[in-house]
């Protein structure tokens, strides 16, 4: 819908109901807010509301839905696919309620549904308290976390969405309601993996935990040596204690001081270690990958939020991205995988990673709509480039590295991990049984299926 087609009424009545602003192209800010972090979208919304409370939020949602406006749902506007934005429709934008409240003695942190990694790391931090976060800083926490929240301390802590207490919702009626285990729990049991299907979050509780000593180490070697390292890395991290994370990765050198000139602006593989104790342990811990000779390192202590940001991507760059959720890792599946770094666009951000599950992930005796948690590996192409010549380039180095995993695929995705791939690929994030259950929550909460720029889940 074009802004001229929205009763000017209808917006300076919207206008009044907001302490936030409602911005249309005609306001000055209209391309900054409307920017996201992904440069290959450009959309162009009808109106914007930066939505500053619940009721706010629930305002916007009477609006969009009165002036029959599309609704998009931005939080911290990660979505590859550009889901937090849409063409001539509705944007309520999450992004002034951000706030963070933590509670030392209960060891929880009341967060604004608009929040970002950041907000959060950097609460927590002063307490020596966190919860598993996303990896990278810029994060919008509630997409996040309903989608469920795989991050460095997963092992450890578990998912993000295992570790929420509540939610606080704005449902397509514009109802405001609560969900934990005890209200609503069909609809809690949803938002562990369903993500923004049943309404807008406007807040949520997370659990925290103790986290006092947190150490890295990040090894750098020429492409080449891959496929010598990753087995140790494998075989380390199938014996390794929860405290153990991090990924293997392929990337481009980076001109930061720690790296050999001879390794800048070429394609290196790399191994992130993350410790939840102190540097002495984890130097123990890591002991077979620190005797291979690696030819660039960080090893320290650092605050976890630190940690959070090591390596965000700046936002206007080109993405795309995908995953596949491995039941093993055997020689053949590294040497394809160590392999198909060699297309990879370089120099560029892209990354070619594949994490370790296990350990906590494994042990969750819940029944939340997440079935790759049982999964050994998560093997996440991450292609970034500037360049639009690169467009197909980028997409179809990803489409390769599934398809050369598939073999080992347990067909199972994380929907955090990835953009637009059809319907099959949604019901495979939750399994047919969860998604069928799903769907019975969405016709209660949304039976028009109004939040549906999202992992969509059609009302039963």
């Not at 087609?5 to 807010?33: F, K, Q």
């Amino acid at each position: 819908m074009a802004p001229q087609d929205i009763a000017v009424r209808a917006l300076e009545e919207l206008r009044e109901a907001l302490a936030g602003d409602a911005i249309t192209p005609r306001d000055a800010g209209y391309d900054e807010a409307r920017s996201i972090f992904n440069a290959m979208i450009d959309r162009r919304p009808a109106v914007i509301a930066q939505c500053e409370s619940a009721a706010d939020v629930a305002a916007a949602v009477h609006f969009g839905r009165e002036q029959e406006l599309e609704v998009a749902v931005r939080g911290g506007g990660h979505s590859v696919a550009g889901l937090a934005v849409n063409d001539g429709g509705l944007v309520i934008d999450l992004r002034r309620m951000h706030a963070v409240t933590v509670d030392p003695e209960a060891r929880t942190a009341r967060v604004g549904g608009g929040a970002t990694m950041s907000h959060l790391d950097r609460a927590t931090q002063p307490f020596s308290l966190a919860t598993t976060g996303g990896r990278a800083s810029t994060t919008g926490l509630g997409g996040f976390t309903l989608g469920g929240g795989s991050g460095w301390l997963e092992r450890k802590f578990g998912l993000a969405c295992d570790n929420l207490v509540s939610v606080d919702l704005v449902t397509a009626d514009g109802t405001q309601v609560r969900a934990s285990a005890d209200e609503n729990p069909e609809l809690f049991w949803a938002l562990h993996g369903g993500g923004g299907n049943f309404g807008v979050a406007t807040s949520m509780t997370l659990r925290l935990h103790p986290l006092p000593h947190l150490a890295i180490a990040l090894l750098l070697w020429p492409a080449e040596r891959g496929p010598a390292v990753l087995p140790v890395y494998r075989d380390l991290l199938a014996a390794a204690p929860d405290d153990v994370g991090g990924g293997f990765l392929y990337l481009t050198g980076s001109p930061d001081d720690f790296v050999p000139e001879h390794l800048v602006g070429r394609a290196v593989c790399a191994v992130l270690i993350t410790f939840t104790g102190t540097e002495p342990a984890m130097r123990r811990a890591a002991a077979p990958l620190l005797d291979l000779g690696h030819e660039a390192e960080v090893i320290t202590e650092m605050p976890y939020a630190d940690l959070q940001c090591m390596l965000d991507d700046p936002p206007g760059l080109r993405n795309y991205w995908s995953a596949e959720y491995l039941d093993a890792l055997p020689d053949e599946a590294v040497d394809v995988f160590c392999a198909r770094a060699e297309t990879m666009i370089v120099p560029s951000n892209s990354q070619h990673i594949i994490f370790p599950m296990g350990g906590a992930l494994g042990r969750d005796d819940s029944d939340y709509p997440l079935p790759w948690r049982d999964a050994q590996w998560a093997v996440h192409p991450f292609a970034i480039w500037s360049d639009p010549a690169d467009d197909e380039r980028g997409r179809q180095w990803v489409r390769d590295v599934r398809t050369d995993v598939d073999p080992w695929s347990l067909g199972m995705v994380y929907l955090n991990f990835i953009g637009s791939e059809g319907d099959e690929r949604v019901i495979a994030g939750f399994g047919a049984h969860n998604y069928r259950r799903l769907a019975e929550v969405k016709a209660q909460y949304d039976p028009d299926n109004v939040f549906r720029l999202n992992h969509n889940i059609k009302p039963a």
